[in-house]
């Protein structure tokens, strides 16, 4: 062996590109530079966006309007390898701070409880208290638990339970905070009932969730992007990967080139057999479209994090099947909206019609034919939110019904008749000329929101770090992380770390996904949850 492949096995002239600029990449390149001691000089990210974060957004201004296309939820202690990271990245407010210290001391000042979940006819707070089950769905419920994943295969919600299942408060509660639609698999439902197990009782009033202090994009994505550029970690916006050289060999499969486009120029990457390779194989804001107050959004059907992982299965079938989660966007999309409020008066009403303060939790109206659903966080929202500017945002889950005042889909709604529709539901019409003179709602599709919601069988998600593969892992929402739950941050974090420690030989473990669906306590109290 050369001196040079010597020096790259160690690390030391060891290069390494992730495809995408979301959290997962994120991660990886950190864990890359903590735990792999990999230089961070050779450690490249290639985003086709000039904004690093992917679905960790949050952007505008008090006079252009504020964007988030989603807020992410956390828990504790279940976060573990989120934890892990947050706890070793200093925070933006304070380098001597780390994220999670940030993160704690907001939360110990924010509790969470909501009381307000739900909101139904006349802006009456329903009762959630009870989940108001039926024998059937207790039995429908514990037979989903106990059935090993494998035998679930493609099965979707709707299959399992009884109509009657998705009238109770229990499956508006669980579809509103989670995203599940009845067509979605199954086997994500038990794999959300194995892992929030010891949520199952305090579903109705949140009391488990843990918040970032701002939006994610500025409490996460800025200050891990700052620790990586401190150590020397190349950030490429405007660079579109669209495929990949993947050549089989004797002993495994090996990147040797990637293939990208920056300002309409096809590139190439030379990728050296001990190079690494870290690929976002698609995204659940892709394909995303804005509009504005008096424009609705386009909804698009493509997006370049499937097409890319298309391009590869091409050729290599073993890496799973993109086409089961993004070829069904009239069954993943939905749209959320964010509302900037220069007067505090809408504010102010949510606010005397729910009881919640900001910050307090999630509120959905179950009379909505759009399912809409607001959530008003803890101001400011934005690190550069003035005091006298309010932020909300919320979403429909049924974005291809019309409206119960306004007669048309949400997906073809304009930002004002977003707003006309909410002031419905709030009982507030008689204002919205005010509103519309102070409110600045920015609506956005999503086509592929809930993609990775889809029913799925074994192989459809190619492994973190597929067999044979010598150089390459996938990592985000569509590798395959036993045991743990898409739609979560920990999911993105724990592939990046599943995938730096396997090929990196990192002498340290991946934290083990935490077993509180086997506790007896956990379980006892699940259970007079469901017979409450």
């Known amino acids: 062996m050369s001196n040079e492949s010597t020096q790259r096995q160690d690390g030391s002239e ?8 979301g959290i997962a990449s994120l991660a990886g390149a950190a864990f890359l530079v903590r735990d792999g001691e990999l230089p961070g000089e050779n450690v490249h990210v290639l985003e086709k966006l000039d904004v690093m974060g992917g679905a960790l957004d949050g952007a505008g201004s008090p006079e252009e309007g504020y964007v988030i296309r989603g807020g992410r939820m956390m828990n504790f202690p279940t976060y573990e390898c989120t934890w892990d990271l947050l706890e070793t990245i200093p925070s933006l407010e304070d380098r001597d701070r780390s994220i ?3 993160m704690d001391e907001f939360n110990e000042a924010h509790q969470t409880y909501a009381i307000a979940r739900l909101l139904g006819d006349d802006q009456d707070v329903l009762d959630v208290s009870s989940y108001d089950f039926e024998i059937e769905h207790r039995l429908s419920l514990l037979q989903l638990v106990l059935t090993p994943e494998e035998q679930l295969g493609d099965t979707r919600i709707e299959e399992w339970f009884s109509e009657s299942f998705f009238e109770t408060p229990f499956w508006y509660i669980w579809a509103t905070t989670f995203a599940f639609q009845p067509w979605h698999s199954v086997a994500e439902m038990r794999r959300y009932m194995h892992r929030f197990m010891h949520e199952f009782p305090r579903l109705n009033t949140m009391e488990g969730i843990h918040r970032t202090k701002y939006n994610q994009y500025d409490s996460m994505v800025r200050p891990i992007r700052r620790w990586l550029e401190d150590h020397g970690v190349e950030f490429r916006g405007g660079c579109e990967v669209t495929d990949m050289d993947i050549v089989p060999g004797r002993e495994g499969k090996t990147v040797e ?15 050296e057999p001990t ?5 976002t194989n ?9 509009g504005s107050m008096t424009e ?3 909804l698009n059907t493509t997006g370049a994090s499937f097409e890319l992982w298309t391009n590869i299965v091409e050729d290599n079938p073993e890496f799973g099947t993109p086409s089961a989660f993004a070829d069904h966007v009239q069954e993943t999309k939905w749209p959320s909206y964010t509302v900037t409020l220069d007067e505090p008066d809408l504010l102010e009403h949510i606010v005397e019609v729910t ?8 509120i959905t109206f179950t009379e909505s034919n759009w399912l809409m659903s607001i959530v008003v966080a803890a101001q400011p929202h934005f690190a550069n939110q003035p005091d006298d500017v309010k932020v909300f945002w919320g979403y429909g889950l049924f974005p291809e019904e019309e409206g119960n005042h306004v007669e048309k ?3 073809n709604c304009t930002g004002e008749e977003i707003l006309e529709e909410l002031c419905y539901h709030l009982g507030y019409l008689d204002e919205l000329p005010a509103v519309l003179e102070d409110a600045n709602c920015i609506p956005c599709n999503m086509p592929f929101i809930t993609s990775h919601f889809m029913p799925r069988t074994p192989g459809d998600r190619p492994d973190v770090v597929p067999p044979g593969s010598n150089n390459l892992a996938f990592i985000g929402q569509f590798a395959e992380v036993p045991q743990d739950v898409v739609f979560t941050v920990e999911y993105s974090v724990r592939s990046a770390m599943m995938a730096v420690y396997d090929l990196m030989d990192v002498d340290r473990e991946v934290p083990p996904v935490s077993t509180h669906q086997y506790e007896p306590e956990v379980l006892v109290d699940a259970a007079k949850a469901a017979f409450r």
């Open 257 to 271: 080139t990637i293939h990208y486009e920056a300002d309409g120029t096809a590139e190439t990457i030379d990728v």
């Open 282 to 290: 698609g995204s659940m804001t892709d394909g995303s479209d804005l």
């Open 355 to 362: 009881g919640e303060a900001p910050g307090n939790g999630l």
């Open 296 to 298: 609705a959004p386009e």
């Open 14 to 21: 060891r290069e390494a590109y992730f495809v995408g600029g």
């Open 100 to 102: 999670k210290d940030v």
């Open 275 to 279: 190079d690494l390779v870290f690929v």
């Open 409 to 411: 889909k949400m997906e």
